[in-house]
């Protein structure tokens, strides 16, 4: 089994792949980001798939793999379309990552996929969804040529992976839309700041601030871990900025315009304007008669573990492109916490 990287390697092939532009195969970010993915779920063996509108998933890049891989495994999906589902189908269609410990046991096998796995010597699998802001955009799959047991952990790190690997996609695809330079540059930026120094989670809160901050330039910001209690989600300050230094470590309660989106996690979630009376617990951290807002989630074991939320003033609400710097965030911030969860 290969060696697998470690932190500092495997978020700097994030940091190169999630500012391309460029589109598909050519970009030589997306084969090394591609060949570290298997390298950290203990695969050398993969390909990344792009839903091709009416005829379903096509293999776009492969590593470790016979150079007309990509061509054998088209031809088969091309024949099978509108046949039975393969696992990368189900993980695509269920927007889940899907694991399969041994593929000829798997009775939901279809045949075309069981001759394909054979073809390759491929006895088990790992196939992690990608999700764009509105829709799921493509698949990462790993094969392994032994079976293959899945711990927990590693797959519940895959579906943030999936969603910033998807929303880089599909901006690349988008073509017209792009992130100023302060914004384009602090994704790097954050990638530096947790690369630099021991990991605690006050630490990454601290760095998730610094940089969203920087980069949104927002009156105000907050971040830190999340809980459900009988009624309401709370959230508890780890770090901030425009707040009373009085909120860090207090625990309010999310008002429901914020909560609802956070639970969720789909969709848009800048919200303008936000009145002062539908703000709640926040209404002491947040001054002014109505704000624009705009908040993440920051996701592991499938659950909204914290969360980060800024706003401003209303006359200047957030842009789609700070939605989304936003969400990368939030997502590399939930590949750095997810080791150090109790």
């Not at 008002?255 to 539908?278: F, N």
């Amino acid at each position: 089994m290969a060696d697998r990287p470690d932190l500092d390697e495997f978020l700097g092939a994030l940091s190169g792949f999630v500012g391309k532009k460029n589109n598909l195969p050519q970009d030589p970010s997306y084969f090394r980001f591609l060949e570290i993915f298997c390298r950290s779920v203990g695969s050398s063996e993969g390909h990344l798939l792009q839903n091709a509108d009416g005829k379903g998933l096509r293999s776009v890049v492969s590593c470790g793999v016979p150079k007309d891989f990509d061509k054998q495994f088209n031809d088969l999906m091309a024949a099978a379309h509108g046949g039975e589902l393969s696992p990368l189908d189900r993980a695509f269609r269920d927007q889940q990552v899907g694991a399969v410990v041994e593929l000829k046991r798997d009775a939901a096998m279809p045949g075309w996929f069981s001759d394909f796995a054979d073809r390759f010597r491929f006895k088990a699998l790992v196939a992690v969804p990608l999700i764009g802001q509105t829709r799921p955009i493509g698949v990462l799959c790993a094969y392994y040529r032994d079976v293959c047991l899945f711990d927990q952990g590693t797959l519940d790190r895959l579906i943030p992976i999936g969603r910033m690997v998807g929303t880089a996609m599909e901006n690349s695809a988008a073509g017209p839309m792009e992130l100023n330079a302060p914004a384009d540059a602090a994704t790097d930026a954050y990638l530096a700041l947790l690369t630099a120094q021991a990991q605690t989670q006050n630490h990454i809160f601290e760095a998730l601030t610094k940089v969203a901050t920087k980069a949104l330039l927002p009156s105000g910001l907050i971040c830190g871990p999340l809980r459900m209690a009988a009624k309401d989600l709370l959230l508890t300050v780890a770090d901030g900025a425009g707040v009373s230094p009085a909120a860090l470590s207090q625990r309010f309660a999310v008002p429901p315009v914020l909560a609802q989106p956070l639970l969720i996690g789909r969709g848009s979630m800048r919200q303008s304007p936000v009145l002062a009376g539908a703000l709640g617990a926040f209404q002491t951290l947040i001054p002014g008669r109505s704000v624009s807002t705009v908040c993440r989630p920051i996701i592991w074991k499938k659950q909204p573990q914290a969360a980060v939320i800024a706003w401003r003033a209303e006359k200047k609400p957030f842009t789609e492109s700070e939605e989304i710097l936003l969400a990368r965030l939030a997502a590399i911030s939930s590949l750095a916490l997810r080791p150090l969860a109790p």
